[in-house]
């Protein structure tokens, strides 16, 4: 960890305009020294190296003429109406005023400054030179590019290099209810009351609503915040709070004074003013740790500080560098549009991923918990302390957080099997989305901020942290955890390309594979998609394989979108493989394809001429394998035999890939289905998980098909014996993480196609809840299902209780389980009554809302609803949704996953002529696309696959 050498001016004179919160309006001169709390090292303003230019010129970015060293920042939010007081000018409720000297270092001659600013009135602006004793104002007017959000402050001097400056503003923001910036939120106490705060969302470009700044991730500075609030609230920021006064401009307020920030990017700020409460801890290493979130939830809040502390102290020691700050805070917001933000030293979440009650939350609310705490507090190094020059490279950020939040999870819960939950949960997801044509490649050229938004989804998240998982095989973890531990630390309060990373880890692989990472690298970030390995048995000797890659598109005719080029769609690729003989499954023989079509591979000594052979053992690699027809009968009958022969990683992997390809054609059907032939007998929760995913595609194709009644007969033929064997007898406490999620499936899977014990019990515990409300009989982890059923086997009366309990409930999680039952209903018109509910704000919250259409859309009753509703109020939804939200994109998706007559596609295509879909333009293209997979696939295959299940 490097440290800044810098002289300080401790006097400045400034004249500044501050409106109090009565609307007075006072000149304040300062000519006395102005002593700073302990100040942290004022950096030099650095800028590390720009990206390589994108294909089409963009005049959005900022020039690199002048940078921000420090930002001196002071915040006033009006939160209520007596906030404002009787003389404020207008309604000044729900806005906020600013005041910020920006410190900036003159690094090319100029007489223009520029940054970013949005939705901001300026009252006062000055730029002076900072060893100018005069304070004589440089300024001669400025003017506001609304296209690119941008400030120019136009000088009536030039400049000089590597002269200081300083930059006063004074301004008016608004607590808009757009949740990104600084925005209001607020929610209903245990008096019935709304309670207001104020919180952010920064990332990726809205910092420029909450003051004007260099709001792009390669203008690192320091802040030094202070915010005046009620005295009845609290105020929090990244840093920890040096003094809380009286603020004597204003009785009954007060102003809380921060200690500076490290040398951070803008889109980590954050700032809260709230009445929230708190429990607080002490890791190992002496960082004080606060969860906190609205007085009716404390409760809920210890199993976040539990493993927020034990996963800070481990990430501490994995990464071998200390978290950098004094405190950790960790907050439940009411209103949140992602699932939770890095702020450094200020983590914001929704409140489903950070609180958790055990009388009333479900295991995999449980597990989400520890995740998305782990997944925020990696970030807190890889993201923070390092942080990507442009957004180009999100994926470093949110691909490596992807990846180690497991990590962090299986330190705090070892028996949660969450290395092998990887494959279910990340990796086969992405592979489905990534084997489409207009799929784009991890690291991916991004403009505006409607693009840069587009890129937060499951490439950069899920395919990120696969292929880093890749890597950390391919290298071992030993070499994959001391080059990260490097890269973090050469880089520490700098920002990197995926480059850095890779010269890190090649360095650290020297004195052991001796690999060039970057070589290898570069072909899984610099071009979408993933490669099909194939593996033929050659004739003349069986103890050799023929190994070639391709390629792998869900739909071989789809066109591939090359506008971000490739590497001519071949991959270095490292492959293990074991053999019946063998089953070498911890240590199995690697072999090696180089960027070539195809290699002849030795399977090993020992090989006999009728064993199997087993490729990408428990499916480290990015890739799918085919083999040839022998050996696919050969692990089925092994499946048939013995199941417990191949590792639980495998079994899934297996139906996953086979399903997958027999879609692409590249397996004949019959082939993938007989691998199901033994989940009567299966009882792990990996198999079964992604045989239901690859199930739900035949289910979704077949749902307005006559193949259905087959399905539904078979799934209930393999499911029963596990619905039976483990039932509705759960023990949250006491039973394996994994046996109760592999219950909830078995139960969800057995009401679904009509279990009539399943379906009868979840009615009877649904009936018992109506007839007493104040006692829930349902335990936690069935309460979706039993919600869902007990909506769907009823009817209005049913729905009604639903809605009532979904508005009296104060527990997040429950609510959600309650927002999904709601649109379970087999009534048209409850559902078309539920869809209109979506735009209500006082019963459905804004981030919630795309969430009623999406779940009506996974009912088939309500699928041609949902679009419907989705059409006629698109406008709505795309001012509301389409700049920024990380859920509008998945709206597109979910309503159109069904499509699959050409009528769909016409009614698609339609759609989208003319219409800007903003943040969502990828998902219409991806819809389109997976459209006509859809036809295609059901004119190829939905005959042979319905007389499949009907001869079984």
């Known amino acids: ?129 900072m060893t100018d004793s005069s304070q004589t104002d440089l300024l001669d007017s400025y003017s506001i590019d609304e296209n690119y959000q941008f400030l120019h402050l136009k000088l009536n001097t030039m400049m000089e290099k590597d002269e200081d400056y300083e930059i006063f503003i004074t301004y008016l923001g608004e607590l808009w209810n757009g949740l990104a910036g600084f925005y209001r939120s607020s929610y209903i106490n245990e008096a019935g009351e709304e309670v ?16 004007p700044c260099w709001d792009e991730p390669d203008f690192r500075a320091v802040f030094d915040t202070t915010i005046r609030h009620r005295a009845d609230m609290v105020a929090l920021s990244n840093s920890i709070e040096t003094s809380i006064t009286d603020w004597e401009a ?74 950098p700050l004094e405190k950790q805070d960790m907050m439940a917001i009411p209103d949140f549009s992602a699932g939770a933000m890095e702020n450094w030293g200020l983590i914001l979440y929704r409140e489903t991923a950070l609180l958790y009650d055990p009388e009333v939350n479900s295991a995999s609310n449980k597990q989400r918990v520890s995740v998305v705490v782990s997944h925020e507090l990696a970030h807190q190094w890889f993201g923070n302390l390092v942080t990507p020059i442009w957004w180009d490279d999100l ?110 880890l090649t360095y650290a692989d020297r004195d052991h594979g001796g690999r060039d990472v970057k070589k290898i ?107 040839d027809a022998e050996n696919w009968e050969r692990l089925t009958a092994q499946l048939n035999a013995d199941h417990t022969m191949l590792p639980v990683e495998n079994r899934a992997q297996l139906i996953d890939d086979a399903f997958n390809m027999a879609r692409s054609g590249d397996l004949d059907q019959v082939t993938a289905l007989a691998l199901t032939n033994y989940l009567d007998k299966e009882t792990e929760y990996l198999p079964w998980d992604a045989t239901l995913a690859v199930m739900a595609y035949i289910r979704d194709m077949f749902s307005r098909y006559s193949g259905y009644g087959p399905l539904e007969k078979y799934m209930l033929e393999k499911i029963t014996p596990l619905y039976q064997d483990l039932g509705w007898n759960d023990d949250p406490i006491n039973d394996p993480h994994l046996e109760q999620y592999n219950r909830i499936n078995a139960v969800h899977t057995a009401c679904f196609y009509g279990l009539e014990d399943c379906r009868q019990t979840a009615s009877m515990l649904y009936h018992e809840y109506m007839g007493n409300a104040s006692v829930n009989p349902i335990t936690p982890n069935l309460k979706d299902i039993t919600y869902c059923n007990g909506i769907r086997e009823g009817g209005q009366d049913e729905w009604e209780f639903g809605l009532e309990r979904y508005q009296i409930t104060t527990d997040s999680s429950e609510k959600s389980k309650w927002l999904y039952a709601l649109a379970c209903s087999q009534e048209p018109w409850i559902l078309s ?28 009753v309500g699928r041609a609803l949902a679009w419907d509703f989705t059409r006629a109020n698109w406008d709505k939804l795309r001012e509301d949704f389409g700049g920024s939200s990380f859920s509008f994109g998945n709206l597109i998706n979910d309503v159109t996953q069904h499509f699959n007559t050409e009528f769909d596609l016409e009614q698609l295509i339609e759609f989208g002529v003319g219409r800007d879909f903003g943040s969502a333009t990828r998902a219409y293209e991806q819809a389109i696309e997976k459209t006509k997979i859809n036809i295609k696939w059901m004119q190829e295959n939905a005959e042979e696959v319905a007389q499949w299940l009907e001869d079984q």
């Open 1 to 129: 960890m490097s440290a800044y050498k810098v002289h300080w001016c401790l006097a400045v004179i400034i004249k500044i305009v501050c409106i109090y919160p009565n609307g007075a309006i006072s000149q304040v001169a300062t000519d006395t020294p102005v002593s700073e709390p302990e100040p942290e090292p004022e950096p030099e303003p650095t800028t590390t190296k720009m990206m390589t230019p994108t294909p089409e010129p963009w005049n959005g970015r900022l020039p690199y003429n002048v940078i921000p060293v420090r930002y001196e920042l002071t915040l006033t939010p009006y939160l209520y109406p007596e906030d404002v007081g009787d003389t404020a000018p207008g309604d000044r409720r729900f806005t906020f005023d600013g005041e910020v000297n920006i410190h900036a270092k003159c690094h090319e001659v100029t007489d223009m400054i520029t940054m970013h600013i949005n939705n901001i009135t300026i009252h006062t602006l000055k730029v002076v030179k």
């Open 196 to 211: 207001w705060l104020a919180t952010t969302q920064m990332q990726a470009t809205d910092a420029r609503r909450a003051l």
């Open 250 to 323: 204003y009785p009954g307020w007060k102003e809380t004074v921060y200690k500076r920030t490290p040398n951070m990017p803008t889109y980590l700020l954050a700032f809260v003013v709230s009445d929230f409460v708190y429990t607080e801890d002490t890791t190992t290493n002496g960082v004080l740790f606060r969860v906190w979130s609205r007085p009716g939830a404390k409760e809920a809040q210890a199993y976040a500080l539990d493993q927020g502390t034990r996963q800070t102290t481990y990430f501490e020691e994995y990464f071998d560098i200390a978290y």
């Open 395 to 504: 994926w470093l950020n949110e691909g490596f957080a992807s990846y180690v939040e497991y990590l962090g999870v299986n330190h705090t819960e070892p028996t949660w099997e969450m290395m092998a939950q990887f494959l279910v949960s990340d990796l086969h997801y992405v592979f489905t989305l990534d084997a489409l044509g207009t799929s784009h490649p991890v690291r991916v050229p991004v403009n505006s901020p409607e693009e840069i938004s587009e890129i937060f989804d499951t490439i950069s998240y899920s395919k990120g942290a696969s292929i880093l998982r890749m890597l950390n095989w391919i290298l071992t973890e030993e070499v994959f955890s001391i080059g990260l531990s490097e890269y973090l630390m050469l880089h520490s309060y700098g920002n990197t390309d995926s480059d850095d990373l890779w010269a890190a």
């Open 521 to 627: 690298m570069d072909t899984w970030t610099l071009q979408m998609g993933y490669p099909l390995v194939s593996f033929d048995r050659l004739d003349s000797d069986n103890t050799k394989v023929n190994v070639t890659q391709k390629h792998f598109l869900i739909n071989p005719d789809s066109p591939v979108e090359d506008k971000y080029g490739d590497l001519g769609y071949v991959w270095e690729v490292e492959v293990s493989h074991t053999h019946k003989s063998e089953m070498e499954f911890d240590d199995p023989i690697r072999s090696f394809l180089a960027r070539e079509s195809g290699v002849v591979v030795d399977l090993a000594s020992g090989i006999k001429t009728d064993d199997w052979y087993l490729a990408n053992v428990k499916q480290y690699g990015y890739y799918r394998i085919n083999y």
């Open 833 to 860: 009554r539920y869809l209109e509910l979506a735009f209500d704000d006082s019963v459905v919250r804004r981030q919630d809302a795309t969430y009623v259409i999406r779940y009506t859309a996974d009912n088939y």
